[in-house]
């Protein structure tokens, strides 16, 4: 596994990333840095506003769905992306996200959803490691 | 991901030349057989991912009928597999949000001219740029109509209607459509605020990935009657449009497949896999994700509509006074992401079952009630585009389909390569100069992008198409060679 904690997997159709993180939290921030490296975001110099993000969700694998998702819908909605991501879980399915705005200048290609394909955040030795498929 | 052994071809019986079966017997939890339209080529290709994997866990879901159906042009998806069919009975069957994918109504228009090549070929460059220009593409792209909350409703309850309404279509696009470009029980009380935001400012926009707007030129006719009815004649240009509901319909599945987690554990099904999760037809879930679909299906059905309009206006553009006739006329508007509520044969009887298409296209036969007059007595047109650069096809679905695919056909040439192999070994600039050298004009946004959707990525759309011939779920009626694709 890469130095940032997450890889690119072979899929067919769509894109996959094996995830992983000493825990529950560094699996959400290595996620969200996969998944916009992946989508080939380009972000401008300035500096936006900082903001928390909270989230309830039904365990953690939705937690980890309901994050991403979250962070794409800024991406569109908003036309923001996201730096210095720092996150707190509680109880594997409550999360305080707090992160750095910064303007989006582009993407290179698009994400449609985050799944549930497949996805399952297991335990190893080293803390937990979850593959995320991304229709695109 | 699971490490379990894949499907191996010892796994299928072979039922006739291009049709194989994986029993119920393959695996514990399986209620009825996948069924797998292939010659050995197509069936070697479809045992290399995990597509056949995913359409074994799909034979698990409750209430399913007759077997699972699996295309030539198959391929892994994310949960279901892209190329898969499954039909759940009525009332107590499930629908599964993830069977029908995250575009919803990702469809295919066609639309045919009486333009020559010849005539054409000199504009042929300002007529892509003209398409470029006026067909909104990329990454979340917004369109030139600002639809108010109120509108957008309008939208997912009459669909391709509210398009005509305001001046994007011809009555005839609209009898030319499946389902007349509206689908009933659409009640956008079951769609989220946040899918109305997405929604709002993407009308008449194209996306990205593999949606394209392609003009072609008619290369071959099997069948010149059903060509002529479908005003397709040899040597004229003709114009596909491949988009879905954009991020409505996303984010209407991504609610919904969230939703339906605990739901599914409420009404105590298990599956091998949470992105097949279901909820009964009949149950308070079940209706609303239809009532929502249906809301999705519609803004797919209008944004396709207004889609032609842009591209009218483009050959008026690119066309109006260097070509005798520059009008574009509506063939045919078909879904290929649709769970539909239809009525089959299984064994002797007759059901209301849900059909899961995704990745597949409605084919029905001859003679069925909601094809216009003209072509009533043919079947119903199927569209099958090909990868860029190659060839896509002009089917009518047949009385075989009925009794062998649920009414469904093949919906592309399927991939064959992951987009991560396919961006190391194809730059997309070059890819664009060959297909240039080859006299098809492209217009895209992303390189990389085009990289991932290069025709070597994909199987050859023409066995694809010899395989559901000869198998009898579709006929052939005309092959189209592409001359300009615009992409996002």
């Known amino acids: 596994m890469p130095a940032g904690g997450f890889e690119e997997l072979e899929h067919t159709a769509d894109w996959a990333l094996r995830v992983r993180g000493r825990d529950l939290a560094e699996l959400l921030v290595n996620a969200a840095h996969g998944m916009l490296e992946l989508a080939g975001v380009q972000t401008s110099s300035g500096a936006g506003p900082e903001r928390t993000l909270e989230l309830t969700s039904h365990d953690p694998e939705s937690l980890l769905v309901d994050w991403l998702h979250e962070l794409l819908l800024a991406l569109e909605l908003r036309s923001v992306a996201f730096k210095h991501i720092r996150l707190e879980v509680t109880g594997d399915r409550d999360l305080i996200a707090t992160f750095q705005e910064v303007p989006l200048i582009s993407i290179a290609k698009p994400i449609k959803a985050v799944t549930y394909n497949e996805l399952d955040i297991v335990e190893t030795p080293q803390g937990l490691t979850a593959t995320v498929v991304f229709d695109v | 991901m699971s490490e379990r052994r894949l499907v191996r071809k010892e796994d299928f019986k072979q039922l006739s030349p291009f049709l194989w079966e994986i029993p119920t017997t393959y695996r514990s939890g399986m209620r009825v057989p996948v069924r797998l339209f292939a010659d050995d080529r197509l069936l070697e290709d479809a045992l290399d991912d995990k597509s056949l994997e995913q359409a074994v866990n799909a034979s698990m879901l409750p209430g399913l009928v007759g077997h699972v159906t699996v295309m030539p042009d198959v391929h892994q998806g994310y949960g279901f597999p892209i190329g898969g069919v499954a039909a759940t009975r009525l009332p107590h069957g499930v629908i599964s949000p993830g069977a029908i994918g ?215 553009e690119a066309l109006g006074g260097r070509v005798p006739d520059w009008e574009l006329h509506q063939v045919y508007d078909i879904a290929h992401n649709m769970g539909k509520i239809e009525e089959h044969a299984v064994g002797d009887e007759r059901v209301r079952v849900c059909v899961h298409r995704k990745g597949a296209t409605r084919a029905f036969g001859p003679g069925f009630e909601g094809l216009p007059d003209d072509y009533r007595p043919l079947g119903q047109p199927v569209l099958v585009p090909g990868s860029m650069g190659t060839a896509s096809w002009v089917l009518l679905g047949t009385e075989g389909s009925m009794q062998q695919s649920f009414g469904s056909s093949c919906h592309g040439a399927g991939r064959t390569m992951s987009r991560k192999q396919a961006k190391r070994t194809v730059r997309g600039d070059q890819l664009r100069a060959e297909l240039e050298r080859r006299g098809i004009q492209i217009r895209a946004g992303s390189m990389p992008g085009l990289a991932e959707e290069a025709p070597q990525a994909y199987k050859d759309v023409d066995a694809v198409v010899e395989v559901v011939a000869r198998a009898g779920i579709a006929k052939k009626v005309a092959r189209l060679r592409p001359v300009a694709v615009i992409k996002g």
Not at chain 2, 198 to 219: I, K, M, S, Y
Not at chain 2, 276 to 289: F, I, M, N, T
Request: net charge negative; aromatic share 6%; proline share 3%.
């Open chain 2, 102 to 316: 995250y575009d919803i109504n990702c469809g295919v228009r066609l639309l045919a001219s009486r333009i020559t090549l010849e005539e054409a070929e000199a504009s042929m460059a300002d007529l892509a740029s003209a398409l470029y220009r006026n067909c909104p593409s990329g990454v979340g792209v917004k369109g030139s109509i600002k639809l108010s909350t109120k509108e957008l409703e309008r939208v997912c309850r009459e669909g391709a209607e509210w398009a005509l309404d305001n001046g994007y279509a011809q009555e005839i696009d609209l009898a030319r459509t499946e389902e007349g470009g509206r689908i009933l029980g659409a009640d956008p009380e079951a769609v989220s605020d946040r899918a109305k935001q997405r929604g709002q400012p993407q009308l008449g926009t194209l996306g990205a990935g593999n949606h394209f707007v392609e003009v072609d030129v008619v290369d071959q006719v099997f069948d010149s009657g059903a060509a002529s009815a479908m005003g397709l004649a040899l040597g004229t240009l003709a114009l596909q449009i491949h988009c879905g509901s954009r991020g409505f319909g996303h984010q209407v599945c991504t609610d919904y497949v969230r939703e339906f987690q605990p739901a599914a554990a409420r009404y105590k099904i298990q599956l091998p896999d949470r992105e097949l999760v279901c909820a009964p037809l009949d149950s308070p879930e079940g209706k609303r994700y239809l009532a929502a679909m249906a809301c999705a299906a519609n803004y797919a059905f209008a944004n396709r509509q207004i889609m032609a309009h842009h591209a009218r206006r483009s050959f008026e």
